[in-house]
């Protein structure tokens, strides 16, 4: 062998030593693929040998080792596993992304007679230890937070990717080099940070938050202040320790509720994981059957006090949820004081959404909260508690240099480029036409400058008694002015050849303690049967509309002229008070005759009536803002009943009012969350008329003569089938869910989902007032109810093609009642609807 090639080889042989011996720090983010969002705890190791670190919070690792292998292994539960190469540098930087695997803890695992499941002796310490780890167990904490969310157009269809604005966007959105994982083309909608103090409170337990700054931009979102108090940190709290964590409007069993072991299967994966210095045990879970409102994911239980330290928990698109592909919660715990429970310090969210349709986009919504924790078990003085969100006066007032400062984390140049793109973006006019579209879809309204015209809902009808109405009305918005509302209409039916119309004139006096009055007036077509004092009916825009479609009992309706006055002011958070005047005609189409002590029988009605009304709403939250000019209620507590109390009182000879009488009404509505059973909604209502009255003037019990299902009417009842003077109802629902039909095969592939009905009359009419009816009208077909109660039960399909439900309803009492015009009741009807329901 010559010396030349001896020479080489022992070099060779020297440079591969000293490569290998080389010290080499890797510095790297583990990202999901899809969504590109950090992969928190995945196992980054060198392949051959025993050298491995965790991810943290944000994903982020760092590596040092001598070198000994020419590629590192990242693995993750939920993710495939996968191999990348080190480069030759001593200091390296390596973006991984990782694919999620579709067949995530889906293996099916056989356990020898006799096992017992070591995470199930865990479990039972965390279950028992949830008093002392609870955060509710605190009397009190602030914490310091700071809330990001980015909503992102994403996962385009190849028709909405041709269209010419779409691709202006995109284009500039590459120009910033803002794309989506896999560099997709994402377009980002809305952009937001909130700087604020959150306060909590146990007992009674109450929240407030201080919105202190607040940056905010999107496309089609204009009112900053309105918006701030919907991206801070209240609306983004999340506790585990709950038995059911509340999202995206349901409840999904948490993976340590007090009935865990009903809903999930549990493998330990690592006795001893050590995350941020902590020794855990790191469990993994999945539902038990995956269309269960439940996560998939991986719990860390604290080895010193069994507290959960870290949760990643994802909600899988096998679940029976519309609309939303999946949902992911990342949260991280910390305590302040080591004898203490400990509270979410960084929790982060991603909600990726669906097509609607296959000509349209899906959604990717992130949410990233950080937060410090300044105190615990403060008192604070009476009446802190008393407004939940308060936007300071100068939030909206900060530069750039205050959030480089109060950032947790900075910004990559794409993510701060993504407020100038919807600046730019939102400029473009085919994005202010779907805008517009979009607003009159929701609100009903066509925006044309100052003014709003609409609604559509009620721009054309057909019945038998006028023919083809047509409507045109419109109303200003705060364009025009953020106080006063001026509103009006006309109307004409092309059988009863009478013009309608109607005028209204609202002023707002103070947005802080929301209060407003208003005068109207109407001359207008009616109906009976919807002089109801139901507090359910004007809720249900479609089902007005429809009442104004097909067949109209002659001998129900009237000509009215109404003129209503009203001030309304809210005296505390969700406590409101409103009085009203009405005076109104009623002059019938049909043969009607009371008896006026004054001037004997009489064909015409005149009434003038004050109405004082209590609502109490203890968990609506009242969002705030000089643009809006309707009071925005947000529901921060579903679980809480509403009450309302309504007093009418109508004095004679006051514009040529006829007669005195009292009226007494009580509401009560509740939302009942109910864990694996789903949820029920109640509403209650009770009445009572002392008084001597026209029947007109009695509880005509809302019926439902349309085909539309209307969850607050008698649906099998008819129009003016029954009155009363004395009443107490009871209407029901309850939606099961995935309840039943998620385990029937096939059946759950559809996702339908089951729910029952059930409504309940009782009532009567005093003597006086029977003799009122019949005395005088004897053509009626208006009865009182006997001891029996009106009873009907119904069952249902919902979630069909994720829009429509079918009810079946079944009248249960008063089957004989031949007073229909046809001469029968019925007795059974199918009636369908539409919603969107996630």
């Not at 999620?100 to 965390?126: C, D, F, M, T």
């Not at 592909?325 to 310090?345: N, T, Y």
């Not at 009237?558 to 109104?584: A, M």
Request: charged letters at 20%.
């Amino acid at each position: 062998m010559s010396r030349s090639l001896l020479f080489f080889l022992v070099l060779l042989l020297l440079g591969t030593q000293l490569v290998c011996g080389q010290k080499v720090i890797i510095k790297g983010k583990v990202t999901d693929a899809n969504t590109g969002e950090p992969v928190t705890y995945a196992t980054v190791g060198i392949k051959g040998t025993g050298i491995g670190i965790s991810t943290n919070f944000d994903g982020l690792f760092k590596l040092e080792f001598i070198r000994k292998s020419d590629s590192i292994s990242v693995s993750c539960i939920g993710y495939l596993q996968q191999s990348f190469p080190i480069g030759h540098a001593a200091e390296q930087f390596i973006n991984i992304q990782l694919k999620p695997s579709s067949q995530l803890l889906h293996e099916v695992r056989i356990s020898p007679k006799g096992y017992i499941n070591p995470a199930w002796v865990i479990l039972k310490e965390v279950i028992k230890h949830k008093p002392v780890n609870d955060p509710r167990g605190l009397k009190s904490y602030q914490l310091e937070s700071y809330s990001r969310i980015e909503l992102d157009a994403s996962n385009l269809s190849s028709n909405l990717l041709k269209k010419k604005f779409i691709q202006q966007a995109i284009s500039m959105a590459d120009s910033m080099k803002i794309a989506g994982a896999d560099n997709m083309p994402l377009l980002p909608l809305f952009l937001s940070e909130t700087v604020s103090d959150f306060f909590y409170q146990s007992n009674p337990e109450s929240k407030r938050e201080y919105i202190k700054k607040t940056k905010t931009n999107g496309i089609g979102f204009e009112d900053g202040t309105l918006l701030a108090q919907l991206t801070g940190s209240t609306f983004q709290q999340y506790n585990f320790y709950k038995n059911f964590v509340s999202a995206a409007g349901k409840e999904f069993a948490s993976p340590i509720a007090d009935g865990w072991k009903s809903w999930y299967d549990y493998e330990l994966e690592n006795r001893n994981a050590i995350i941020d210095g902590k020794a855990c045990y790191q469990i993994s879970f999945k539902p038990k059957r995956p269309q269960d409102l439940a996560f998939t994911g991986t719990i860390w239980i604290a080895q010193e006090n069994y507290a959960l330290y870290q949760v990643r928990a994802t909600i899988e698109p096998s679940a029976n949820l519309n609309f939303i592909h999946r949902i992911s919660v990342q949260q991280q715990m910390d305590g302040k004081a080591p004898d203490q429970p400990w509270l979410p310090v960084k929790t982060r969210i991603l909600v990726t959404v669906d097509q609607l349709t296959s000509n349209t986009s899906g959604l990717l919504a992130k949410f990233y909260t950080v937060n410090k924790i300044i105190n615990t078990d403060k008192v604070y003085p009476p009446g802190f508690f008393k407004d939940n969100i308060i936007v300071a006066a100068d939030a909206q007032q900060a530069d750039n240099s205050f959030w480089e400062t109060n950032r947790p984390d900075s910004l990559t140049m794409a993510e701060k480029s993504v407020y100038r793109l919807i600046d730019t973006v939102k400029t473009l006019p085919t994005i202010k036409n779907y805008l517009t579209a979009a607003d009159m879809l929701i609100n009903g309204y066509y925006r044309a400058g100052n003014l709003s015209l609409g609604p559509f809902l009620n721009t054309y009808s057909y019945n038998n008694v006028e023919g083809n109405r047509i409507r045109l009305g419109f109303k200003t918005n705060s364009g025009f002015d953020k106080k006063l509302i001026l509103g009006g209409y006309v109307a004409y039916g092309s059988k009863d050849l009478d013009a309608k119309y109607g005028a209204s004139v609202d002023y707002i006096l103070s947005r802080k303690h929301w209060t407003e009055a208003g005068i109207s007036f109407t001359h207008d077509l009616n109906q009976v049967a919807l002089l109801s004092d139901s507090y359910l009916y004007q809720r249900n825009n479609l089902f007005s509309a429809l009442t104004r479609f097909g067949r109209i009992d002659r001998r129900k309706v009237f000509d009215q002229n109404l003129l209503n006055f009203y001030i309304s002011r809210d005296l505390f958070k969700g406590f409101t008070e409103k009085i009203s005047f009405s005076s109104w005609s009623l002059d019938p189409q049909f043969l009607f005759n009371f008896n006026d002590p004054k001037s004997g029988l009489s064909n015409q009605l005149f009434v003038s009536e004050f109405q004082f009304e209590t609502k109490w709403a203890p968990g609506v939250q009242p969002l705030l803002s000089e643009t809006i000019n309707r009071p925005v209620n947000i529901k921060t507590d579903i679980s809480k009943p509403v009450f309302t109390f309504r007093y009418t009182l109508g004095l004679k000879n006051i514009f040529g009012s006829d007669l005195t009488y009292h009226k007494f009404s009580f509401n009560i509505m509740q939302t009942l969350k109910m864990g694996s059973l789903g949820r029920g909604k109640y509403s209650f209502s009770a009445g009572y008329i002392p008084s001597s009255v026209p029947f007109p003037l009695l509880e005509n019990h809302l019926g439902n003569a349309t085909f539309l299902y209307n969850p607050n009417a008698f649906n099998l009842m008819r129009f003016f089938e029954f009155a009363s003077d004395k009443y107490a109802s009871l209407n029901y629902t309850q939606h099961f869910e995935g309840l039943l039909l998620n385990s029937i095969p096939v059946i759950k592939n559809f996702k339908w989902r089951l729910v029952g009905t059930a409504n309940i009359l009782y009532g009567s009419i005093s003597r006086a007032n029977q003799n009122n009816i019949f005395d005088h009208n004897k053509s009626l077909d208006l009865h009182g109810l006997g001891s029996v109660p009106y009873v009907e039960a119904g069952y249902g399909v919902e979630n069909i093609l994720k829009f429509f439900r079918v009810d079946f309803i079944h009248r249960l009492s008063y089957k004989d009642n031949n007073n229909a015009l046809d001469g029968s009741a019925k007795n059974f009807g199918i009636k369908i609807s539409a919603q969107i329901r996630l």
